[in-house]
């Protein structure tokens, strides 16, 4: 069960995940098979927890990161609804978090050591 902020309790559901998202990869390079894994991912980092009742900001934050190794840009858009970004500082602040990983992920190989890359 996801409990919403207004108290109401409903059951999770993958569709309710995969409608929230959608909106957020519309007129982006994402199918609908993406997104049922995503979906799917959501859910068991749900149900790892082991709760009977999960709050719904948990849930959008199971979200968050799937959606940003899925695509950038969607996440920006879901983040800046979940989020509530209020300006442009908030945008700039959250693609400097993801390029500040995409360089951590591109300086990391395979054999563990860090190598520097012209960006």
Same mark, same amino acid.
């Given at each position: 069960?996801?409990?919403? @902020? ?7 559901? +993958? /569709? ?24 799917? +991912?959501?859910? &068991?980092?749900? @149900? ?9 900001? &948990?849930?959008?934050?199971?979200? =968050? %990161?799937?959606?940003? $190794? =899925?695509? &950038? ?12 970004? &209020?300006? =442009?500082? /908030?945008? *700039?602040?959250?693609?400097? *978090? =993801? @390029?500040?990983? @995409?360089?951590? /992920?591109?300086?990391?190989? $395979?054999? %563990? ?5 012209? %960006?």
């Amino acid at each position: 069960m996801v409990a919403k @902020r207004s108290g109401v309790t409903e059951p999770f559901t +993958r /569709d309710k995940i995969i409608r929230g998202v959608q909106r957020a990869c519309q007129g982006r390079p994402v199918d609908e098979d993406q997104l049922a894994m995503l979906a799917q +991912r959501v859910e &068991e980092t749900i @149900r790892a927890r082991g709760l009977a009742e999960v709050p719904s900001h &948990e849930v959008g934050l199971a979200i =968050l %990161g799937p959606l940003r $190794d =899925l695509d &950038e840009v969607a996440y920006l858009r879901f983040a800046s609804v979940y989020r509530g970004f &209020e300006s =442009l500082d /908030d945008f *700039e602040k959250a693609i400097t *978090e =993801l @390029r500040g990983r @995409r360089l951590a /992920d591109v300086g990391d190989t $395979d054999d %563990g050591v860090h190598r520097a890359h012209d %960006g």
